[in-house]
Every structure is written in C-alpha cells, then in structure tokens.
Nanobody, 121 residues
Framework: QVQLVESGGGLVRAGGSLRLSCAASGPIRSINVMAWYRQAPGKQRELVAVITSGGTTNYAVSVKGRFTISRDNAKNTVDLQMNSLKPEDTGVYCC???????????????WGQGTQVTVSS
C-alpha cells in the first residue's frame, strides 16, 4: 500500500517561514504529479502548488512568489518552502501524488493525512 506522510507544519508568526515535506513509500514504480493542497476552516480544499516528474511547477495565484515546491524523484519526496507567510495561509496542508504502482499498469491518486499550518497575525 502506498503511503504519503507529511511533516513540518506548525505555528508561525506572519512574515515567517515553514518548510513542509512529504515522503511517499510502498510499491512505487513511478510518481507522475505531486502536489500540495490546503483547506482552511470553513473553506473548500484548494490546490497550492503542483510539480511534475520533469520539474514543471504551477502555483495558486495567492502563493506565487512566496512558496516554492520541489521534489526528489529518487527519494519520492516533495517539499513546500513557504516564505512571507500570512494569516490567510492557515490551514491543513495535504500532500497528493499520482502514483504508478509495481505490477499495475494504472495510476492511482494518494493523499497524506495532512499537517496543520497556523499563521498568527
């Protein structure tokens, strides 16, 4: 069973930085897209940043220029460096990956359990 485990959340003051990490494990043949989503209280989940296996990235407008997504294909990890954090960045951040598993021709989508990020004003 493929698992995604996040780490690095916490409480930070506005203007501060946090780095989130997500590690995928299990019978992984390859990982196509990896992404970070977040869900603020009372709001729908939104895409924060996405990165392909080739390194192409895309960001939500609200975080562009402040957040940087990166990945290590050899280690099956994806990170999110968050700078100049704002109170509106508060939420549960979840890692997402589309994974090709061993002995299976299909890709499957997996989610981590999430890590809380709280930005105080």
């Amino acid at each position: 069973q493929v698992q995604l485990v996040e780490s690095g959340g916490g409480l930070v003051r506005a203007g501060g930085s946090l780095r989130l990490s997500c590690a995928a494990s299990g019978p992984i043949r390859s990982i196509n897209v990896m992404a970070w989503y977040r869900q603020a209280p009372g709001k729908q989940r939104e895409l924060v940043a996405v990165i392909t296996s080739g390194g192409t990235t895309n960001y939500a407008v609200s975080v562009k220029g402040r957040f940087t997504i990166s990945r290590d294909n050899a280690k099956n990890t994806v990170d999110l460096q968050m700078n100049s954090l704002k109170p509106e960045d508060t939420g549960v951040y979840c890692c997402n990956a589309r994974v090709a598993v061993i002995l299976d021709e299909n890709e499957y989508e997996y989610w981590g359990q999430g890590t809380q990020v709280t930005v105080s004003s």
